[in-house]
């Protein structure tokens, strides 16, 4: 007799907490003078909730969701360590885009991966200001729904 299948459970960010986690990055960046996109996917790299506020360019909200899903398909590396790898390794990165299954994947600053209960349930992306400046709204956002960013 067979041994039963093995399964796996994928811990998810819900719609609900990340449509707060959008909002709460856009009225960080209203409070500053920004225009962001933002993109939350989940931690199997579906996008969940996104938004794009008026003045933003218009290709910011594809690269949010690119750093985004870099952070989730490195099980939970921020963009600050991407950005490092990819600058020793740019020959591997650079090849990398292309595994985004329709968002590029992008190791930069301003991707950040969403932890609840030491748990990866997802990753947020930002575009549309400096990167550190993205960055620093996902941070804001992340903690308003009370998960981090850090396992």
Do not use: C
Not at 5 to 24: N, S
Not at 51 to 73: C, H, L, N, Q, Y
Not at 135 to 146: E, F, K, P, T, Y
């Amino acid at each position: 007799m067979s041994a039963p299948p093995t399964t796996r459970q994928l811990a998810v960010i819900d719609y609900d907490t990340a449509a707060r986690a959008v909002a709460a990055g856009v009225d960080w960046a209203k409070a500053k003078g920004v225009a962001l996109s933002i993109a939350v996917l989940d931690s199997a790299g579906h996008l969940v909730a996104s938004g794009r506020m008026d003045g933003a360019p218009f290709v910011t909200i594809e690269i949010a969701r690119g750093k985004a899903f870099a952070s989730v398909a490195t099980g939970g590396q921020p963009g600050e360590s991407l950005a490092q790898r990819y600058a020793e390794n740019p020959a591997v990165w650079g090849n990398a885009s292309a595994l985004g299954y329709g968002a590029p994947m992008l190791p930069a600053v301003g991707g950040l991966p969403i932890f609840a209960d030491g748990v990866l349930i997802g990753a947020m992306g930002a575009s549309g200001a400096p990167s550190e400046i993205d960055a620093a709204a996902l941070a804001h956002a992340i903690a308003s729904i009370g998960a981090k960013s850090v396992r």
